[in-house]
């Protein structure tokens, strides 16, 4: 009984810190509908200012004082951030300030590491909290007791400042109806900037306080991020009440998790995500979405038509030079733009999916590494021939996401992305730790091409085949009467329902779709590096696919082959520098704040204006006035 009652304080306690970065997130998606990939990063940077201030601050009243200091101070880099990054891209369609956000990722990064350097920092003892106390004889930390005190006074002040104050009734009021409160006369930027730094704030507050626990380090702000996602959706996603019964929750189950059921540590928090989104499909304490909120990828824009001439001529030439590569490019260069085709038809299959559907999908990289960990194993298990496991990848990655489709298209807007994560996490753990099967941490190495392929010139135009013709496939089925049911669900769902169209139908097949092709590009991935590692199956693999997509253009049919091709040559050639994440963080802000429609609307937008596509406009206008 009394390591149940230890166990269950330690939860309680680590569920502290947990709360305040998870208040602060929803409080930002509440009110600002941003989906803050950066709040972990505001986490690990609480962290760091409390340590440095509480290398300078005295004493209790310098530890209390370092913990206060820090949350302010992140609070004004949040401020900051948001008057200077997010303000100018809040009429882009929502979810586009997350690739901002992922920016900002970068770019903190990298400042933290010139700030204070690579090492690890301890964490300072809190004065009079040192030791332990015991508990029926089981030993509890004095600063976990002391983390039970201060969690529920933190979340009382900020009950009393929402619910009994006038910034609180207008904090609620935009969550409910953020146009409404515009139009009463209140000032929503200001609104939006303060909500922002109150959430970064809590964040600090958070990373501060654990450093008694966990000290600071440069990952902690992925190894955060996850949980808080998690916390945010259970509860509820803006509900302040909800991520904390959720924090509690995930904490608490974590803790007796390592206890009694230690191989599921990796996937216990997603399995409960799972389940009380299928009973809750809104959270504990969430409310049903509205049309236009949680997840849209922008409002219903002009119809896509098919390229024009001038476009095709320029896209037949561009493959002319790259398949002309061999005749005037080394070895190096062949393999270089291999590994760029296989990433560009990965990123348009997700493509596909977010801008005919209009479903953003945060774990898409499952059927990528279970496309590569299909051949690999059917290769390692059963001696079978390239050719055969090449066939069989894209299926059982396609049926892989038939399976998950089915399940997390119950769901809309940030729920079905995070459902989408939740799965590809089990996935992850499921080839991370059945190492007899999957090698585990080892990967399976070995799963070379065969003979006829055992050639970087042969391998490269097999690549290119397969890899154009998977992207022409996806544009073809966006020009087909699929691809249109799919996007009349994606701007109307219920006009579609009226005309007939089975829209979760029609989009379950898209999910699979999409996957199959994910699979593809995951199969000629393996064979091209002759390996595979459960890292291709990680959150940050689908995050590198969702920026890129985002920062081609979600609604153009182009966006997701051009922004994987823009940001795996700019990594190519920017990771030669020491600060590379700073580079690539500050590139992808501009490009955000330049370019809201993406690079490819932004083009296409600059050509039309200088009259470059305006032949073939004109031509249609002179065939319709013919006809009539």
Aim: aromatic content about 10%; some cysteine.
């Amino acid at each position: 009984m009394g390591l149940f009652i230890a166990q269950l304080i330690t939860g309680l306690a680590n569920a502290g810190a947990l709360f305040m970065v998870a208040s602060g997130l929803s409080l930002i998606f509440g009110v600002t509908r941003i989906v803050n990939f950066a709040h972990g990063s505001f986490y690990m940077l609480g962290a760091y200012i409390g340590y440095t201030l509480m290398q300078v601050l005295p004493g209790a009243v310098g530890f209390w004082g370092a913990i206060l200091l820090a949350g302010i101070a992140v609070g004004v880099i949040g401020m900051l951030v948001e008057i200077l990054v997010l303000r100018p891209v809040y009429r882009a369609p929502e979810l586009f300030q997350l690739v901002a956000t992922f920016g900002v990722i970068l770019v903190v990064a990298d400042l933290t590491l010139m700030i204070w350097g690579p090492e690890d920092l301890l964490g300072p003892r809190a004065p009079g909290l040192r030791g332990v106390i015991r508990i029926m004889g089981e030993p509890v930390p004095k600063y976990d007791i002391a983390l039970l005190v201060i969690t529920p006074i933190v979340a009382l002040l900020l009950w009393y400042l929402i619910a009994r104050t006038r910034v609180g009734v207008l904090v609620r009021a935009a969550t409910q109806d953020r146009e409404m409160v515009g139009a009463l006369g209140v000032n929503q930027a200001w609104l939006f900037t303060g909500v922002f730094a109150l959430g970064c704030g809590l964040a600090g507050l958070g990373g501060a306080l654990q450093l008694p626990k966990g000290g600071a380090d440069l990952l902690m702000d992925f190894n955060i991020l996850t949980a808080v996602f998690v916390v945010v959706v259970i509860g509820g996603m803006g509900s302040l009440p909800g991520a904390y019964l959720a924090a509690v929750i995930i904490s608490v189950v974590n803790v007796f998790g390592v206890t009694y059921l230690p191989q599921s540590t990796l996937v216990l928090i997603f399995v409960v995500m799972v389940l009380v989104l299928m009973i809750r499909p809104y959270g504990l304490f969430g409310r049903p979405e509205v049309a236009g909120e949680h997840g849209q990828v922008g409002e219903p824009e002009k119809p896509i038509r098919p390229a024009g001439t001038q476009v095709r001529l320029l896209v037949a030439a561009g493959i002319a030079t790259l398949a002309a590569l061999p005749l005037y490019g080394s070895s190096f260069s062949q393999v270089l733009a291999t590994d760029i085709l296989i990433f560009c038809l990965f990123a348009a299959s997700l493509h596909f999916l977010m801008g005919l559907s209009g479903l953003v999908s945060f774990g898409h990289a499952a059927y990528f590494g279970g496309g590569a960990y299909v051949a690999a194993l059917i290769v390692t298990h059963s001696n079978s021939p390239m050719e055969l496991a090449f066939v069989l990848a894209p299926i059982g990655a396609g049926l892989g996401a038939l399976i998950i489709g089915w399940v997390c298209l119950r769901l809309t807007g940030v729920y079905f992305a995070m459902l989408t994560l939740a799965f590809a996490q089990l996935l992850w753990s499921l080839v991370f730790q059945w190492g007899e099967v999957t090698g585990g941490d080892d990967g399976l190495v070995n799963i070379w091409p065969a003979d006829w392929l055992n050639d970087t010139t042969v391998f490269f135009y097999l690549a290119l085949i397969l890899c154009i013709g998977g992207i022409l496939a996806m544009r073809h089925v966006a020009h087909s009467p699929f691809g249109y049911a799919l996007r009349a669900g994606r701007d109307s769902d219920r006009r579609a329902e009226a005309t007939g169209i089975n829209v979760k139908r029609v989009q379950w097949l898209g999910f699979g779709f999409a996957g199959m092709m994910a699979g593809l590009a995951g199969g000629l991935f393996v064979f091209s590096k002759g390996s595979v590692f459960p890292n291709e199956m990680e959150i940050a693999r689908s995050f590198d696919a969702l920026i890129v997509v985002f920062l081609g253009g979600v609604k153009t049919l182009a966006g997701g082959v051009v922004g994987a091709a823009t940001f795996k040559g700019l990594e190519e050639v920017i990771t030669r520098f020491e600060y590379w994440r700073l580079i690539l963080g500050l590139l992808i802000i501009f490009v955000v704040i330049v370019m809201p429609e993406g690079i490819v609307g932004t083009a296409r937008k600059w050509a039309e204006r200088a009259g470059w596509l305006r032949g073939e406009e004109t031509r249609k206008r002179k065939a319709r006035e013919e006809a009539a």
